[in-house]
């Protein structure tokens, strides 16, 4: 199995990059891990077409079959053994790829929204993308220390 994490732009904070960076590492143990940082589509005011540009570049970049979880304000929220339980169905199910998706600064499209399997959302906060990112790559790995019983989510 395969995790994926799509994030339009890139990570800019030096911090929250190694943050990422170290948890991507960390789940590169568990399972085939990586990241894809698409471009920000710049659009002079037209924020529907930013949008609608970032969502043509979302649905390019997911791989046919692979389970889509949108990061969403207005997603179904779990507490990190719902979500180790929810990661444990997916591998169970032969899911060959999970794409975890962070839109742009002004969201996603409703062809994106449409597409994602899963909407989750990590908090009721209001959170910068950037470090929604660091909190997503956290919690799987936690996800992961918990389905393998290591001491870490302790």
């Known amino acids: 199995m395969r995790l994926r994490f799509i994030f339009v732009g890139k990570t800019r904070n030096e ?3 190694a943050l990422v960076e170290d948890y991507v590492g960390r789940l590169s143990r568990f ?4 990241v894809t940082e698409l471009r920000e589509a710049s659009g002079a005011g037209d924020d529907r ?18 389970l889509t979880v949108l990061l969403d304000v ?23 790829e999970i794409a975890f998706v962070v839109g742009g600064h002004l969201g996603v499209g409703d062809g994106v929204r449409r597409r994602a399997d899963v909407r989750w959302s990590l908090s009721r906060l209001t959170l910068t993308h950037e470090l929604a990112r660091v909190v997503a790559c956290e919690q799987l ?10 001491p870490y989510q302790k």
């Open 141 to 150: 790995y936690r996800a992961f220390t918990i389905l393998r019983g290591l």
């Open 31 to 34: 399972c085939k891990t990586e």
């Open 15 to 17: 911090h929250a990059r």
């Open 74 to 96: 207005e997603g179904q929220q779990w507490g990190s053994r719902e979500l180790a339980a929810r990661l444990e169905g997916w591998m169970n199910a032969g899911r060959k």
């Open 49 to 66: 077409a930013v949008v609608e540009e970032e969502s043509r570049r979302i649905s390019a970049a997911l791989a046919q079959g692979s």
